[in-house]
């Protein structure tokens, strides 16, 4: 008996050696270029669909917002293993720019103003492994770069408050090539465009594979897509109602060699903006993504006037009232210099 009445790991998924029976029958498959399957490796995958069936239904009846630390650590460690071999898929999304919101905190602040970019990029690993809380895109030991293609969708997202001020970042793509974006797909109780495009390519790419793999593959997105669009109070202090989203972006981001067989690494995780009701959609990117494909060309600060967050908005109208406050006039070295300096 495991955590939560959770189902002991099949023989397909238990390592013997350097993999497990269903990680080698699954390398096999992808190399041979085909939808067959031997007969022992059908035993694999059925096994491995049945398990998927219980498992994903026990997953789901866990209350994230009641775990204990202790059961958190142990809750990832099985749905490590249980999850062992990743589905990933994978489009082109080309967007000339991303924009970022960051709230400006006093510890930010030189003499009353942001002074240093790394304020407001990715937060740096040592900093979220000592904070030790959930995102819906990363866990405490990973970071990423929160962004928004559209600066309404950053802001809604972020949802500073009346009083505060915020600096809106212009992040430009310098490759003037696609990014690889892992997109969610399976997520049919809400409706957005995006997620709608994605499933429908995948529902046509499972027409290529073995209705084993397919059905496996539908149920492994399908589950982790709707933990990224549930919209629940967040009530655990370590924001654990992230957990299962969060170990998926990891996986999905997670950097790997790319072998003969291989995708890309992945630039950045697309997904329905929650905040939005799921008519926008949030980016996730990478570290190295930010680094090397993008370049930060300007700032503008602002002060929270008003807040309309709760109200039933257009899809393109402003969530807030901004007062002005000033722009970046040069962005060198790391530092940060304003018009009214």
Known sequence: MTLHN???LPIS???SGNM???QEAFNKYIQTHSNYLSPQDEIFFKEVLDYYIDCIQKLKQINLSNLSDTEAISLTRYIRQAFNVHYKVYNDLFTEAVFRVSIVRENFCHEGKVREIKYLTYPPLDLNEQRNVY???NSPNKTVMYASLYKIVAIRETKPQIGEKIIISTWENVTFQPFISYPLTNANLI??????KSTKSFQDLCKRHHPLIAEIMDRYLAFFAEEFVKNIPIISERKYEYLYSAFFANCALESVPIGPYGIPNIDLLIYPSVAWN???DNLALTPDTVENK????YLSEYEILETFYEKNLGPMEMPVKLRYIRNSKELMDGKIFWNDD
């Open 135 to 137: 995102n819906r895109a």
């Open 20 to 22: 497990t029976p269903e």
């Open 13 to 15: 998924k238990q390592y």
């Open 294 to 297: 993008l370049k930060l060309t």
């Open 6 to 8: 959770l189902p002991e």
């Open 278 to 280: 799921h008519r926008h």
């Open 191 to 196: 409706r957005n465009e995006g997620v709608y």
